[in-house]
Nanobody, 117 residues
């Protein structure tokens, strides 16, 4: 199983980035997907979640209205579109997939997002 994030980088406040997560080795549409983030000294926190069929999604309050999660079950991709970025969005962002009918879960290695002028 492979979960690989990409798209992180340095962006100025107010800017945008789109993170992508490419998955392989599993029947992708049988896995829910989520994005999480972590800063040094803090616990990893959920940012956004989307069901396996893509019909339901949840965004945490801290980023609601600015971030959007989506998935493409043909290309086995889950994306996180981030707009109006703030310095406090700076973190390592991780992609996770979790089985809908099992307790299996797989994490990516993370991608750094830095929001700074």
């Amino acid at each position: 199983v492979s979960v690989v994030e990409s798209g992180g980088g340095l962006v100025e406040p107010g800017g945008s980035l789109t993170l992508s997560c490419k998955c392989s080795g599993v029947p992708f549409d049988e896995y829910h997907a989520s994005w999480h983030r972590q800063t040094p000294g803090k616990e990893r926190e959920l940012v956004a979640f989307i069901t396996g069929d893509g019909n339901n999604a949840r965004i945490v309050d801290a980023v609601k209205g600015r971030f959007t999660i989506s998935r493409d079950n043909v290309r086995d991709l889950v994306s996180l579109e981030m707009n109006s970025l703030k310095p406090e969005d700076t973190a390592v962002y991780y992609c996770k997939i979790q089985g809908m009918a099992s307790d299996k879960e797989f994490w990516g290695q993370g991608t750094q997002v830095t929001v700074s002028s």
